[in-house]
């Protein structure tokens, strides 16, 4: 079984719409996933209810019962667990990160976001585990993700090589209750997330 932890400090760079696409696009691959939801905003929990299928299964939790989520998790048989975290929560982000395998960390090529990311590569570093940055929400013919990425390079963590594009389909999916690979599986913004899970997850061909 697989931990990913999604933290990000900065609020909106799209920790849970990365969570909830992961989780879908790994039981879209016919693997079973669970996202844990330790934002007190509950944004993952809510959608679920949106939500006709009864997969990826979502449980909202709070960082001291973290442990006991995973390990109903892993006798559950899931493959796959995605903790959403919530922004300005240093404490539970670095629970959340300790308990992963994998950290991403979402990062929009905005000033805003650039000048909050040392925050988050801190926790990733006291927890100790890999990190990846993810770019998301990039604009298409703008320069300004090249000029992010050059910016994110001084951390000491690595980019992830796909961007994930502003697009539509990540806000009209998740309003549906579905992921980007189930509203449009031959779109740009699957093709973007497929393209990182595969790289991201173990044994995460679709
Ligand atoms: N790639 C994208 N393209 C277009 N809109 C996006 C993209 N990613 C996220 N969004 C939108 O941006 C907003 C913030 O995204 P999201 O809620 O996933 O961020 P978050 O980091 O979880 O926020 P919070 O810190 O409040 O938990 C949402 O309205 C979401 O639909
Ligand atoms: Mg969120």
């Known amino acids: 079984m697989q931990i990913i932890a999604v933290v ?11 969570a909830l696409n992961f989780a879908i ?10 996202v844990i939801d330790l934002d007190p905003q509950q944004s993952a ?25 995973i390990e109903a998790a892993r006798e559950g048989g899931a493959d796959l667990v995605i903790i959403d975290t919530a922004p300005k929560s240093e404490t539970a982000a670095l ?20 000048d909050a990311v040392a925050d988050t590569v801190n926790i990733a570093k006291l927890a100790g585990k890999p990190a990846l940055f993810v770019l998301n929400g990039c604009k298409a013919g703008s320069t300004l993700s090249d000029m992010a990425a050059e910016a994110l390079a001084d951390y ?24 980007v690979v189930e509203y449009e599986p031959k779109g740009p913004s699957a093709g973007e997330i497929i393209e990182l899970y595969t790289a991201t997850t173990k044994k995460g061909d679709m």
């Open 95 to 114: 629970v959340a990160a300790k308990a992963a395998d994998l950290i991403l960390i979402p990062c929009q090529p905005s000033s805003l976001d650039l």
């Open 45 to 69: 929990a809510r959608w679920s209810r949106l939500r006709s299928l009864e997969e990826p299964v979502i449980v909202s939790g709070h960082a001291p019962n973290l442990g006991q989520l």
């Open 25 to 34: 696009a790994a039981t879209v691959s016919g693997r079973q996933s669970v």
């Open 8 to 18: 990000s400090q900065k609020g909106g760079s799209g920790k849970t719409s990365l």
């Open 156 to 179: 000491g963590v690595p980019l992830a090589t796909v961007r994930i594009g502003s697009r539509v389909a990540f806000v009209k999916s998740l309003a549906e209750g579905k992921g």
